[in-house]
């Protein structure tokens, strides 16, 4: 458990010495936005837990995809599409 913070602190403490970065901010700020949209989406109109909504939107952001959840509806599944591409993309950048 310990090392778990020693890593956040100093994860903190990188976004904290890199926020000056207008690049970093910006990239921060859209993928938080990202997982905040599918997690809205998943929660609102799927009707998923607080806590399997924001899991399944970052697998999917990630395309880690770990298969415990997955589209069921046929809206879902066009947004889950749309989800990946749109953060994939705005990750590898």
Do not use: Q
């Not at 901010?25 to 837990?49: D, K, N, P, Q």
């Not at 770990?66 to 950048?93: M, N, Q, W, Y």
Request: aromatic share 10%; proline share 3%.
């Amino acid at each position: 458990m310990m090392a778990l913070g020693l890593n956040l602190l100093r994860l903190l403490k990188a976004i904290a010495r890199s926020w000056s970065v207008p690049n970093f901010r910006a990239g921060l700020v859209l993928a938080l936005l990202i997982l905040l949209s599918g997690t809205v989406f998943y929660r609102g109109v799927e009707g998923c837990s607080w806590t399997d909504a924001p899991y399944f939107s970052a697998t999917t952001v990630s395309t880690v995809g770990s298969g415990d959840l997955s589209p069921e509806t046929g809206l879902r599944k066009i947004f889950t599409v749309l989800h990946t591409f749109v953060g994939v993309g705005a990750l590898g950048l």
